[in-house]
């Protein structure tokens, strides 16, 4: 079955522990996208990527590292710069940059303790 | 001023009933109008797109763009208690990436 997976579902971080969130798509989409989602808040954008080797900021980005060596996958580093990391992370991938339709994954719930 | 304004409710009604869902937006520079549909703890899924002024209809689900106003709306027509989830409104400027701005999402609840 073609989708986008996240792992893992759940995750627990220590302070001052960088954790990394895993990104898979079997699409075949360029373009790839990590949000934030805070309760209340909607989803914020934190890094997208466009084409493999390539990527650019999104509205939030401080304290947070991607890379896209290939074109299925885009993890994304939480670095222990990022001062309040406890939230939902979500993966979304399209065609290409200007597709309407963005397809997401289902998630990953990090917790800081 | 926010760039996107929505309701976050909650909002409960019963089966049947006929739900409308708002947000606004300040940026007119937005040029694609999404909604998306997301159960409790899963990923968004796109429930409706459009690019123009007026009504696209799609089953029970319509949704409204008005750019003079800068609002948009989905409806839902007859309402199930599986359309209980959160509604988020989506925006998208051409040109730059594909990047979505969010509204909050409203949390809808339809009860038998």
């Known amino acids: 079955d073609g989708g986008i997976t996240q792992s893992p579902k759940y995750l627990f971080r220590k302070e001052g522990q960088n954790v990394t969130l895993s990104c898979e798509q079997n699409?075949?989409?360029?373009?790839m996208y990590w949000y934030r989602q805070d309760p209340g808040q909607g989803l914020r954008l934190i890094y997208y990527?466009?084409?493999?080797?390539?990527?650019q900021k999104g509205d939030i980005a401080e304290g947070y590292s991607v890379s896209r060596e290939k074109k299925e996958s885009f993890p994304l580093t939480v670095t222990s710069a990022q001062k309040n990391p406890t939230a939902f992370y979500l993966c979304?991938?399209?065609?290409?940059?200007?597709?309407?339709?963005?397809?997401f994954g289902q998630g990953t719930r990090l917790t800081v303790v | 001023q926010k760039e996107v304004e929505q309701d976050p409710g909650p909002l409960s009604v019963p089966e049947g009933a006929i739900v409308s869902l708002n947000c606004t937006y300040s940026?007119?520079?937005?040029?694609?109008f999404m909604w998306y549909r997301q159960y409790s703890r899963k990923g968004p899924e796109l429930l409706m797109y459009?690019?123009?002024?007026g009504n696209k209809e799609d089953g029970r689900f319509t949704a409204q763009v008005d750019k003079s106003s800068k609002y948009i709306s989905l409806f839902i027509r007859d309402s199930q208690p599986s359309d209980s989830a959160t509604y988020l409104c989506a925006f998208m400027i051409y040109n730059q990436g594909g990047k979505l701005i969010f509204g909050q999402g409203t949390e809808l609840s339809v009860k038998p």
């Open positions: 699409l075949n989409h360029d373009a």
């Open positions: 459009t690019y123009s002024s």
């Open positions: 940026n007119s520079a937005f040029q694609y």
């Open positions: 990527s466009q084409i493999v080797n390539d990527f």
């Open positions: 979304a991938s399209s065609i290409r940059g200007e597709n309407t339709e963005a397809f």
